[in-house]
């Protein structure tokens, strides 16, 4: 069975841009969940998307937003892009709500 | 919200002896603790989990034990081997619909061989 894959894998970008990241979760998750990563903050949760509908925000600006198809991949979107944003985007898929979450590779952004 | 620490941030060892990473979390209704393992440039792999209602896990060389009274949580890693450097997170989740994840700093292992 495939993971969860992320596209792109990397990406450059200016302030002041917007940019659109990729996630399909393993066949048959629902539920896909994205998170930043950089080296001062860890693992910060974005929100959490399950069957189109988005359940669960972190604490992060309405810049950051996110949207999940009937299909279960998930984007998520980052408008007027600052040079905080540079991060590890990771995307993570579980099947169920008690069960293991999985993670992609991540799309790492780099904004200049 | 849960708030889940981590220690030590960096930990060495010599190939073949132990490592251990130590995790508290404070919401008492956490009831799910993965640890996952990030080696550079990829995303984090699970490696072990426990559920409350376990004060115990092993899987081979991995081992993670769970004190749910004292709020806290570890890994066990026996007979390191270089490969085992990476780094290691915990995780704490309340196990209910549309609950979060909360993650430690992370700990960076290096096993020197």
């Known amino acids: 069975k495939a993971g969860v894959t992320q596209t792109p894998r990397y990406l450059i970008k200016t302030r002041g841009q917007q940019v659109t990241l990729s996630c399909s979760p393993i066949?048959?998750?629902?539920?896909v969940s994205w998170y930043q990563q950089t080296p001062g903050q860890g693992l910060q949760f974005l929100f959490e998307y399950f069957s189109e509908t988005q359940r669960n925000k972190g604490n992060f600006p309405g810049r950051f937003s996110g949207r999940q198809f009937s299909n279960s991949r998930s984007e998520m979107n980052v408008s007027t892009l600052e040079l905080g944003d540079s991060a590890l985007y990771l995307c993570?898929?579980?099947?169920?709500?008690?069960?293991?979450?999985?993670f992609g590779p991540g799309t790492r952004l780099l904004v200049l | 919200g849960e708030n889940v620490e981590q220690h030590p941030s960096t930990l060495s060892v010599q190939e073949g002896d132990s490592a251990v990473i130590k995790c508290t979390y404070s919401d008492s209704a956490s009831n799910y603790f993965p640890w996952y393992k990030q080696e550079l440039g990829k995303g984090p792999q699970l490696i072990i989990d426990?559920?409350?209602?376990?004060g115990e896990k092993k899987d081979q060389r991995i081992a993670v034990t769970l004190n749910k009274t004292a709020k806290h949580f570890s890994l066990h890693i026996t007979e390191t081997q270089p490969e085992d450097s990476a780094v290691y997170f915990c995780?704490?989740?309340?196990?209910?619909?549309?609950?979060?994840?909360?993650f430690g700093t992370g700990t960076s292992l290096t096993v020197i061989p």
């Open positions: 066949s048959g998750h629902r539920s």
């Open positions: 426990i559920r409350s209602n376990v």
């Open positions: 995780a704490a989740n309340l196990g209910n619909t549309g609950n979060q994840f909360y």
């Open positions: 993570a898929s579980k099947l169920a709500d008690d069960g293991t979450q999985y």
